[in-house]
């Protein structure tokens, strides 16, 4: 992954060197194909009509013309999920589409069609010297023509050295809504969250979530409060704790039970003697609750609240349903490598071996997971809410939130929240 996480574009230099290396094959193969049909062309004189015998063209010039075909498929079909050919490896670049996401095989070939242009209006020349017999002067048409579709090839490569726009788009790129990035120099925005790149560089590894308990539902500690002369004497303020519950001891009667009346004595009132004790008042320290305290509510000590976290969940195509912890292993058989850290394994039946051992590494991130596709042989992909498909690139972790559908192998497992 590059340390740079600033997108850049690709240099003309490296835009030509990549299509030099993606053509160079296909060009080589059609050429020598003809060249071998066009030698192989016989001339004979029958009744005053020179007979050519094409075959060997026809033969040779089948061959170069499906070998190539087939080659551009692949080409275009590989460059379409991932934004990488041959020549895009080598040179450290990769197309993507306006957002900064896969090209699709249409865009790549629009792009395709412009820049060989020439070539295959030289492939057009040459089917019509073959049906209208024009094979004394065939190099004198196919060879011009050759060399322009080659000088047309390598303007439209290099067009974006004229781009006013940062020398982001060649005239190909404007035309199919393409762009090429550096991702040697600069981020890759296919695997990091496209142009936006709200996820622009996939760390390895993640702080761990620190869950916080609600305010509102309870605290384990709420602050006591004390009066100013107890804050004088006492400058530093203690947890709360809850009073120890005494026993009640209760009496053989109760001091409720109803006394039998008495007429009211005519004798004159007399004021109570001086020496009848007051109700007896319960100093704060005897207080068998909190909450007999008039004067504030404080919270029981012994309920503590936890706030409610998101759980992510996964699940599979077969209808099982995982809880995540917060370090995954996926596969057929997984297993962690030497060092790593214990983490939770997952094995998804696969009668048909699609999936590797060890095919995925999960890593919770709260809102979502990273998935690194761990090397696998069959790969990974991504599916999001909308319909677009990511491949995972092995080693390269990409972020997905709830909603999304990962691809292993020929199983898949959904990312929901609990």
Not at 150 to 172: K, Q, Y
Request: hydrophobic share 45%; aromatic share 6%; charged share 15%.
């Amino acid at each position: 992954m590059a340390a740079n996480l600033e997108l850049v574009p690709a240099t003309a230099g490296k835009r030509l060197g990549a299509a030099v290396l993606d053509w160079l094959a296909p060009v080589a193969v059609l050429v020598v194909t003809f060249a071998i049909g066009f030698a192989g062309i016989t001339r004979t004189q029958s009744g005053g009509f020179i007979i050519y015998d094409t075959r060997s063209l026809v033969l040779f010039g089948s061959i170069g013309l499906g070998l190539t075909l087939v080659y551009l498929a692949v080409l275009v079909g590989m460059e379409g999920r991932s934004g990488k050919t041959l020549g895009n490896h080598v040179m450290g670049i990769r197309s993507a589409d306006k957002d900064g996401y896969a090209p699709g095989a249409g865009g790549v070939f629009l792009r395709g069609l412009i820049t060989g242009a020439g070539i295959i209006l030289t492939l057009l020349a040459a089917v019509a010297v073959v049906i209208f017999k024009w094979f004394d002067v065939a190099v004198f048409i196919l060879g011009p023509l050759l060399l322009i579709g080659a000088v047309w090839a390598v303007l439209v490569v290099v067009s974006n050295t004229w781009d006013r726009d940062g020398r982001l788009r060649g005239w190909h790129d404007t035309a199919a809504k393409t762009l090429v990035f550096d991702v040697k120099d600069g981020r890759n925005p296919i695997t990091s969250g496209g142009i936006q790149g709200p996820y622009s560089f996939a760390p390895l590894d993640l702080p761990p979530v620190q869950q916080v308990a609600s305010p509102v539902a309870g605290a384990a500690k709420p602050p006591q409060v004390v009066n100013a002369q107890a804050a004088v004497a006492q400058p530093s303020v203690q947890a709360w704790q809850p009073p120890a519950q005494q026993p009640v001891q209760r009496s053989a009667q109760p001091s409720f039970a109803p006394q039998p009346y008495a007429p009211p004595s005519s004798a004159p009132f007399q004021a109570p003697q001086a020496q009848t004790a007051a109700p007896a008042v319960p100093a704060p320290a005897t207080r068998t609750h909190p909450d007999d305290d008039l004067d504030r509510t404080q919270m029981r000590g012994g309920a503590t609240y936890a706030a409610p976290v998101a759980v992510l969940r996964i699940k599979l195509d077969d209808g099982r349903d995982f809880q995540l912890d917060r370090n995954v292993l996926l596969g057929r058989n997984p297993l962690g490598q030497a060092g790593e850290q214990q983490a939770q394994l997952l094995a998804v039946n696969d009668p048909g071996r699609s999936i590797s051992k060890t095919h995925l590494h999960l890593l919770t991130d709260g809102a979502g997971i990273w998935v690194t596709d761990r090397n696998s042989t069959n790969g990974s992909a991504v599916t999001t809410p909308d319909g677009r498909r990511t491949p995972l690139q092995p080693g390269v972790p990409i972020f997905v939130s709830p909603g999304a559908t990962v691809h292993f192998g020929d199983r898949s497992f959904h990312l929901g929240q609990a």
